[in-house]
């Protein structure tokens, strides 16, 4: 039923699949997936021996996702922008990962994980305009997610860090991950 919706789309530019996902046709979604998914087991092939692999690329598919929301096609190609958000998410995770797993579980004291900056400039107009793109987002989303996982994405996108968001919503930090989880694996469909 999904392939009918999509069918002939697969021929549409990277652009073109963005500019239709943006005006709400959500299914458009998982022919990008297809589409970068090389590119997400690029980004993560050099960490494997480091980091749990799915984690990785569940990441990279985050990544894809918000780079479709806060694309600006006066600025790069799509393909230049997405592929840069991949890479620089996964790094980030995987070093995120990699630190926390070298220090004793005694030491770890609160630290903020890094956020995903993709508004790079602090031009006025492109602020909103990502501001726009991330509430037309967040509004579509919550007709998809559980109230919990809303919840869960919304800590997420301020820049909380799991065992915040834990602490917040007086979940476990697996609770968090578990969720996240559930989150990225609607976005595919």
Excluded: H, W
Excluded at 35 to 40: F, K, L, T
Excluded at 75 to 101: D, E, G, H, N, P
Aim: contains cysteine; charged residues 30%; neutral net charge.
């Amino acid at each position: 039923m999904e392939k009918k919706s999509v069918a002939g789309k697969e021929v549409f530019s990277d652009e073109q699949l963005v500019s239709l996902i943006k005006s709400g046709e959500n299914e458009s979604i998982g022919i990008l997936l297809g589409r970068y998914a090389p590119y997400i087991e690029s980004a993560v092939s050099g960490y494997k021996k480091y980091c749990d692999p799915d984690d990785l690329v569940s990441e990279g598919e985050l990544a894809l996702f918000l780079a479709i929301y806060t694309f600006d096609e006066t600025r790069a190609s799509f393909k230049t922008y997405a592929v840069s958000c991949i890479k620089k998410s996964v790094m980030s995770r995987s070093r995120y990962l990699q630190a926390k797993s070298r220090i004793p579980r005694n030491m770890i004291s609160p630290l903020e994980e890094e956020t995903l900056g993709y508004a790079d400039d602090c031009d006025p107009e492109n602020l909103i305009i990502v501001k726009e793109n991330f509430d037309s987002l967040m509004a579509s989303m919550r007709s998809v997610l559980s109230k919990y996982e809303y919840s869960v994405i919304c800590d997420f996108a301020e820049g909380l860090s799991y065992k915040e968001i834990a602490a917040k919503r007086g979940k476990s930090e697996k609770s968090v991950d578990n969720a996240l989880k559930r989150i990225r694996e609607k976005i595919k469909r």
